[in-house]
Nanobody
């Protein structure tokens, strides 16, 4: 059974940074691509970034490319998202998820069960002064 467990979220001030982690079990991380998405109740599910199975290729949404960085360590079965220069609008629940169509660009807004087949419980990021 594939399991994805996010961690690293918390309360930070505007301009601050966080490093989110996604621990994978049930399948080797080297065998599939993964994505980071975030969810705000009033805005829906937003795709942020994806990384290939090898980790050599990455894709970013326009909203993420200048301030966020996706990476992974296949040996540690862990994917990361470095969040920098955080804004209040970045407040959301952040999830790692496996894209159903593999790696590559995704639309700005995505759907559980359509664009992804596995995801974790999420980790909350709150940006506030």
């Amino acid at each position: 059974e594939v399991q994805l467990v996010e961690s690293g979220g918390g309360l930070v001030q505007p301009g601050g940074s966080l490093r989110l982690s996604c621990q994978v079990s049930g399948l080797r991380l080297r065998d599939f691509a993964l994505s980071w998405v975030r969810q705000v109740p009033e805005k829906g599910l937003e795709w942020l970034a994806s990384i290939s199975s090898s980790g050599f290729h990455t894709w970013y949404a326009d909203s993420a490319k200048d301030r966020f960085a996706i990476s992974k360590d296949n040996a540690k079965e862990t994917m990361y998202l470095q969040l920098s220069s955080l804004k209040t609008d970045d407040t959301a629940m952040y999830y790692c998820a496996r894209p159903t169509r593999g790696s590559g660009y995704l639309p700005k807004f995505v759907q559980w069960g359509v664009d992804f087949d596995y995801w974790g419980q999420g980790t909350q990021v709150t940006v506030s002064s």
